[in-house]
């Protein structure tokens, strides 16, 4: 019996569990089975590795090949599980050193002619493979993925000859050295989102920048063509800068859901907009073999869901819990995944189905009040709840947008005070304002005694919940230390009792 050592799809995160390929030749006809859950792709490894090891001058052999993916309960899917498979036949029949195998871990698919190809899902193995003391093999092409982890000692091959080549010690792999660029720099595609394109709209920049110091929800009101998606396309390129942690954890996410990882994008926030055509498995992840969904590909950084009122209602309530917990557990009856959800929700809609109404620029509005309570009403009152900051966003005056003397301020110069927010955040929290728990609210959102009577009585004119309440609270501590305040003054709390007053 041979045994080499693969890496399964990731799961509960950025956990990627380990798999232990073992190879046993016996007597029999000549064939080969493969156990332990194997889906499709998995089975049909067996052809592709028959045809890898003769195309690259090794003998398959002429036995019973039984291989066997351990853990035998944990399903098995995806293609990169043939380098390990084909490296254990070649050390159970001794065509290869068993004792080469000993220090490394293989992941890839492998060509009909023997040669290596990309699998995704990258990261979290060579996660796994650096803490468990391991050199990880991956194909080239996945070479840039892996090296964007720190002294994870992970090795590039083209081909399964050149891995032999390496266990012999005649043609050493490469290490992946591909280092992530200089953090702070910015990639065209940043550059052209900037928040000096956006010409008035204070009320809206001022939330924005609110939101992004704090880490709250926003939802913007306001006709088309005001700028709301514009908006939403920008609170990206002010927010944090992502640490190391932060990064790893999205990118895994990325990774395993087959998405682009290299150096030019890492550390850069994640921007999902899905269409609101998309199901319930779409936007939080599912599937008979859960997989994540676009909550978690959202995951440390904005998840903007335009046209709110046209997502199905179904839709919008599953988003409910992931908001308050920043994670997704998805149950099926012979499996659990969880997966990271700590998204930034920016929502837009139009204040009535015809999307002028309140439009003091033109007076084409023909709903109803009928029609504009049931067009609100496809938005629940439990989401709105969560949503912390909700603003509307006029349509501006051509005047202002022609105006080329108006020098607004840029992203980075926000991005900066943004940043220096929310590391007073970090060092008082130990997280972000929108993460205060129970306690830290009573403890750093205290208020006077006037505030607290002023909070009391917007509350009861609003009819404001009790999450409300606290949302206001959070909130204010976040203008709060924008303002560089140690507490929360009375014009942190009216700017964010402000916020709580659209009409829906």
């Avoid at 064939?31 to 398959?60: C, H, Y």
């Avoid at 036995?63 to 490296?87: C, H, N, Q, W």
């Avoid at 996660?127 to 468990?132: D, G, H, N, V, W």
């Avoid at 009122?309 to 919008?316: K, S």
């Amino acid at each position: 019996m041979s045994l080499a050592i693969a890496y399964s799809r990731a799961q509960v995160g950025i956990h990627a569990p380990e798999v232990r390929v073992e190879v046993h030749l016996a007597g029999g006809l000549p064939g080969m089975s493969i156990v332990g859950l194997p889906e499709t792709a998995v089975k049909e490894s067996r052809d592709r590795v028959r045809a890898a090891l003769q195309n690259s001058a090794f003998e398959v052999p002429a036995r019973r090949i039984t291989v066997s993916l351990a853990p035998a309960d944990l399903p098995k899917e995806g293609s990169r599980f043939d380098l390990a498979i084909a490296m254990g036949i070649l050390a159970a029949s001794r065509q290869v050193n068993a004792e080469a195998l000993a220090g490394y871990e293989l992941m890839g698919e492998l060509s009909l002619s023997g040669q290596l190809r990309a699998t995704g899902g990258v990261l979290p193995a060579a996660l796994a493979a650096r803490k468990a003391g391991r050199r990880l093999i991956i194909p080239r092409q996945d070479a840039a993925e892996a090296a964007l982890i720190a002294d994870a000692g992970s090795l590039a091959a083209d081909s399964l000859l050149a891995v032999c080549r390496h266990l012999y010690q005649r043609e050493l792999l490469p290490d992946c050295t591909a280092l992530p660029p200089p953090e702070g720099q910015l990639e065209p595609a940043d550059r052209q989102t900037d928040m000096a394109d956006v010409r008035g709209q204070h009320m809206a920049r001022r939330a924005l920048e609110v939101a992004a110091a704090g880490g709250h929800n926003l939802l913007m009101v306001g006709p088309p063509g005001s700028g709301k998606t514009m908006l939403a396309g920008r609170l990206a390129g002010i927010l944090p800068p992502m640490t190391d942690s932060q990064a790893l954890e999205a990118a895994a996410v990325a990774s395993i859901c087959g998405q682009p990882l290299t150096a030019a994008n890492w550390k850069q926030r994640p921007y999902r907009k899905p269409h609101h055509s998309c199901s319930g498995v779409a936007l939080v992840g599912g599937g008979s073999h859960p997989r994540p969904g676009e909550i978690s590909l959202a995951h440390q950084g904005v998840l903007f869901l335009d046209e709110l009122p046209e997502f199905d209602r179904r839709v919008l309530e599953v988003l409910r819990e992931p908001m308050e917990s920043g994670r997704i557990v998805i149950s099926r009856a012979a499996r659990q995944a969880e997966f990271p959800a700590r998204f930034q929700l920016i929502t837009a809609m139009n204040p009535c189905p015809c999307g002028y109404a309140g439009d003091g620029h033109s007076g084409r509005c023909c709903c109803s009040s009928a029609q504009i309570a049931r067009y609100h009403s496809r938005v629940s009152g439990p989401l709105l709840d969560r949503i912390d900051l909700q603003i509307e966003v006029p349509r501006q005056h051509q005047r202002i947008l022609q105006d080329t003397t108006l020098k607004p301020e840029c992203s980075r110069v926000i991005q900066a005070r943004v940043s220096t927010a929310y590391q007073r955040q970090w060092q008082r929290n130990g997280g972000s304002n929108t993460e205060l728990s129970n306690q830290q609210i009573g403890l750093h959102c205290r208020l006077s005694d006037s505030d607290q009577k002023m909070l009391e009585t917007a509350c009861e004119r609003l009819h404001l919940s009790a999450r409300a309440w606290q949302r206001i609270l959070k909130v204010a501590r976040t203008i709060a230390d924008l303002d560089a305040s140690e507490q929360i003054q009375t014009a942190h709390l009216s700017e964010a009792i402000g916020y709580r007053r659209l009409n829906l």
